[in-house]
């Protein structure tokens, strides 16, 4: 799939070299989890995530400065009137996360969790899909790029999320670019679409993939021709998040589909990552089911603004401070010499 001279040539490099586990970090966080207060894995999930954040932090695990990053793009696909919603609303949004009125501010509040947000030209819109590319090669590897950059300033916690109107049907057309199946199958309702708009937003998912049939063996040419801005600033960060050993949540429909993309390039690029939670958006769960991953969340949610993946960073918070903080058996005096350290 090499396309020797392209934007996307460096992108391509970094996959293939992706850093893998800190092994030594991963040894002492097991002996030591091996030794605290509790039947063995008794804490279950919470065990298995402090693992995973001594893992890919390389460190014992530890959760000080997590951050929600989202990035808010829009679509010129919303000209066949896929959702109720102008794209002006996508805008309107951003500014309500700058001023704290969205949930995700309440629940970044709540979780104790650092926010930014990204307007990726929200006065351009990406091509429409149905006919055209979403981007250019160039524009789509200088917003990858951004993507990367996104979390210069520091964090040990990255939770992905995303604001654009018009964005589940980019999902969607992702998704059957690169598992099959349907249209109808990975189309959902998003911001509210039904009867009408359901049909001419199933119409446009067809149209897209169809339209692009010929170039959608390439992950990279499927995020430029059937993605936007969001998706590949997504795509970026996580990526960037890896080569920094920043271990990330990833929220719901749309970023799970930019997170496809780097998985169906490596198969071991979302390692580092984990699913915060499955949408109700129809086609999370099978998508999720494609990425090989557990949700830690089920809550029902479709809101997107990376509300799930900061829900979950609150239980990756709760993993990190039962690991660090509780007791062992030796330091609290308790005598394990005739009970097997069992879960119950």
Not at 81 to 95: A, F, I, N
Not at 174 to 184: F, P, R
Request: charged share 15%; net charge negative.
């Amino acid at each position: 799939m090499s396309m020797s001279g392209l934007p996307f040539d460096d992108f391509r490099a970094l996959l293939r070299e992706l850093p893998g586990p800190d092994t030594h970090a991963l040894v002492a966080a097991k002996e030591r989890n091996a030794q605290l207060t509790k039947p063995a894995g008794s804490l279950g999930r919470l065990e298995e995530i402090a693992m995973w954040l001594a893992a890919w932090s390389g460190r014992s695990p530890a959760v000080t400065r997590p951050l929600v990053a989202i990035f808010a793009g829009n679509h010129g696909v919303t000209r066949h009137g896929v959702t109720p919603y102008p794209t002006s609303v996508t805008q309107q949004m951003v500014e309500n996360f700058a001023a704290g009125g969205a949930a995700i501010n309440q629940i970044c509040v709540t979780n104790d969790l650092g926010l930014k947000i990204f307007d990726l030209a929200l006065d351009y819109p990406t091509g429409d899909i149905t006919c055209e590319p979403a981007l250019s090669e160039r524009d789509c590897a200088a917003t990858m790029a951004f993507g990367m950059e996104a979390i210069a300033g520091g964090t040990d916690l990255l939770c992905v999320g995303e604001m654009g109107i018009g964005n589940t049907t980019i999902a969607a057309a992702i998704n059957l670019a690169l598992y099959g199946g349907t249209a109808e199958e990975w189309t959902g309702p998003g911001t509210g679409s039904e009867g009408e708009v359901m049909a001419r937003k199933i119409a446009a998912v067809k149209a897209a993939v169809e339209f692009h049939k010929d170039h959608l063996s390439d992950p990279f040419e499927i995020m430029r021709r059937l993605g936007g801005r969001e998706i590949a600033a997504i795509a970026g960060a996580i990526l960037a998040a890896r080569v920094q050993r920043i271990p990330v949540l990833i929220d719901g429909y749309v970023a799970t589909a930019a997170a496809a993309l780097l998985k169906a390039i490596t198969p071991s690029a979302l390692d580092h990552c984990l699913i915060g939670h499955v949408s109700g958006e129809p086609g999370h769960l099978a998508a999720v089911e494609k990425l090989g991953k557990t949700p830690l969340l089920a809550l029902g949610m479709r809101l997107g603004e990376g509300t799930g993946a900061a829900l979950a960073a609150g239980i990756v918070k709760a993993a990190a401070a039962c690991h660090s903080g509780m007791a062992t058996f030796e330091a609290a005096g308790v005598d394990t010499s005739t009970s097997p350290r069992t879960s119950h």
